[in-house]
């Protein structure tokens, strides 16, 4: 199978996903002589060069829906599923971590629940509210903050959501945020809809 094989199959996965419900060091252990580093780079044990990880998302801001919540990590559930946020499911959001980080070329993807158990407002309960021109910001772990402008506000069945737009897009440098709307169906456990606020950096 292509990588691009590959990759089609994980979008069509990903379809369930947006209802939103790299490598450590070398083993000391380990007797290779040679690991591989950032884009393949092959580097001798024992070099004196330091692998620096990419600065990671921590913080999402949205001053026109007074929003401001921790960013977590999450990648695909064993059903096809987006994962959600744990350590605070209700106030926390999780960048997809098998796509680009927020500010790279392609598709950033961040998700959130809309309402909490009750009904309650959870931490994307007001993002229907963003409109075109709103500003997004993302702080990141090097101490960074990008700013990204929304420009789409859209709704889709789960059937029909883009979902090479949503999630593979390469043309720029986008962040797109998803939760659930419209009405919750009990018998197939989601929402009638999903919420995509598609952004673009600016800065």
């Avoid at 490598?23 to 070099?47: D, I, Q």
């Avoid at 990419?54 to 921790?70: E, F, M, Q, Y």
């Avoid at 962040?175 to 018998?187: F, R, Y």
């Amino acid at each position: 199978m292509t990588r691009a094989s590959l990759r089609y199959l994980l979008l069509v996965l990903l379809l369930l996903c947006v209802g939103v419900s790299g490598c450590g060091t070398p083993s000391n252990a380990a007797p290779a002589a040679l690991w591989h580093g950032p884009e393949n780079t092959v580097v001798p044990v024992g070099s004196p060069f330091v692998r620096v990880e990419p600065a990671h998302p921590t913080r999402l801001v949205i001053a026109a829906i007074g929003l401001d919540a921790p960013i977590e990590s999450v990648g695909i559930l064993a059903n096809g599923d987006l994962d959600t946020a744990h350590a605070s499911p209700w106030l926390d959001v999780g960048w997809y971590n098998q796509g680009p980080r927020p500010g790279e070329q392609g598709s950033a993807v961040i998700d959130g629940h809309v309402d909490r158990p009750g009904n309650s407002p959870a931490v994307f309960g007001r993002l229907r509210n963003l409109h075109k021109g709103d500003v997004v910001q993302v702080m990141d772990s090097s101490g960074k903050t990008l700013h990204f402008r929304v420009t789409d506000v859209a709704y889709y069945t789960p059937q029909n959501a883009p979902l090479q737009n949503i999630f593979g897009n390469t043309g720029g440098k986008y962040l797109n945020l998803i939760t659930c709307a419209g009405d919750w169906v009990p018998s197939q456990n989601q929402t009638t809809l999903r919420l995509v606020v598609y952004t673009t950096l600016i800065g």
